[in-house]
């Protein structure tokens, strides 16, 4: 039986963490005292406030009394925490001195488990509005669209070669050796949000150009040699070639290029399409070119796809959803 300590002593393992605490703080040239002082005015930690939950459930703020424009609302913050997570994966996995398989196969699996709950959500939102409600809102969000996300541009210039993100007939004529400027100005998306009859720039890319280029730009700058695909080139050859890992780096390319912006191309084919003609999407854009990924064949990794799969970059998907030939 345990005999209970006076109230004034300290038990053996209260007094380790104290001499633990005083080698801390005295190597920063810090007086503990003062710390513990601090320590017995400060309040117990809750859940609430250390998720700033309060904060958390006032962010919806509709522009309609649409009531399922909140919807919309919190399924996008939603995917946008989700990319948080993913980007968080991708500052550790560029910050490896001395990559190892059994990491990388570890952090990818985590990216590609973050994009596989945002694609099987992705249903929750699109039954989850009533199709003429969304069809009402909708028209409060111009020139707002998702296209607009800076984390997912981030995520693909954490993934791979920004060479691999150039607009594909532009990458062929810029070649590899291409500059880094260069490639940056001819990167994909910039063709993206363009008005269909003339070419010129929608205000959707506009405004996101005007708000993140500076940002982007720096970002590619610090993944150019700390991208996953550069990081994966630094293991041993066999490590590089060792099925776990390889399998992880098909199931990213799949899930950021192919699945997902196919989900949101599904859910622009039910409540945008109508015969004869479609709607437009919010940003003016053409979205029945921009989405399909046999239009855009972003792939981060052709390395790892035979030439057939290339070719048919997510054409069964398309074909599937819209009775294609």
Known sequence: ??????????????????????????????????????????????????????????????????PDERIFIIYHQITELYFKLCLCEYE???????????????????????????????EVMVDGMEKAQFLKFRMSLMPASGFQSAQYRMIELASTSLYNLADKEKRRLLGEAAAHDDLMGCIYWKAGATIEETGAKALTLLQFEEKYTDTLHEHARRFQNRNLWSVVQRLPEEDQQHPRLLRQLRQLDVNVNVNWPLMHFKSAVRYLERDPTALAATGGTNWKKYLPPKFQKRIFYPQVWTEQELEDWGKAWVESVMGEG
């Open 92 to 122: 550790q996995i560029g910050d490896l001195k001395e990559p190892t398989l059994q990491e990388l196969v570890l952090r990818t699996g985590r990216i590609n488990r973050y994009f596989e709950n945002l694609i099987n959500s992705f």
């Open 1 to 66: 039986m345990n005999t209970p300590l006076p109230p004034d002593e300290f038990s053996p393992a209260v007094l380790e963490q104290l001499r633990r605490l005083q080698q801390k703080y005295a190597a920063d040239g810090q007086d503990l005292a003062g710390y513990l002082e601090g320590l017995y005015y400060a309040d117990y930690v809750n859940y609430w406030d250390y998720i700033e939950l309060d904060t958390l459930l006032s962010l919806q703020r509709p522009l309609t009394k649409i």
